[in-house]
């Protein structure tokens, strides 16, 4: 069972900015698939960012519009997400993800169903 620990939520203003982290206990390949989803109050799970363990290029999803960056530093098994300009709607929990997934398949922006491995998720919470 892989382990992931996000860190890093919390509350900031509109405008502000967070950095999220999640330690993986596994190593990455090119076919790892990480990311991040969240899950705001009462609303269906998004994807927000993916990339694949050998780098390249990452999925964004829509609700992003260019504000957050997600990135990997495979020497410390973490990935991250770099969230700027943030808005109230972005407020939710974010999860790290993890599984095994071809390049292209990740590339795509699976859905969730595709993640076998969650973290415990950590709070973004954006105020006006």
């Known amino acids: 069972q892989v382990q992931l620990t996000e860190s890093g939520g919390g509350s900031v203003q509109a405008g502000g900015s967070v950095k999220l982290s999640c330690v993986y206990s596994m190593k990455f390949d090119s076919n790892s698939c990480l990311g991040w989803f969240r899950q705001a109050p009462g609303k269906q799970r998004q994807v927000v960012a993916l990339?694949?363990?050998?780098?390249?290029?990452?999925y964004y999803g829509n609700i992003v519009e260019g504000r957050f960056t997600i990135s990997l530093d495979s020497a410390k098994n973490t990935l991250y997400l770099d969230m700027n300009d943030l808005k109230v709607e972005d407020t939710a929990i974010y999860y790290c993800?993890?599984?095994?997934?071809?390049?292209?398949?990740?590339?795509?922006?699976?859905?969730?169903?595709?993640?076998?491995?969650w973290g415990q998720g950590t709070q973004v919470t954006v105020s006006s």
């Open positions: 990339t694949s363990g050998g780098g390249g290029a990452s």
């Open positions: 993800v993890a599984d095994r997934l071809a390049p292209p398949v990740c590339r795509a922006g699976p859905v969730d169903a595709y993640f076998g491995n």
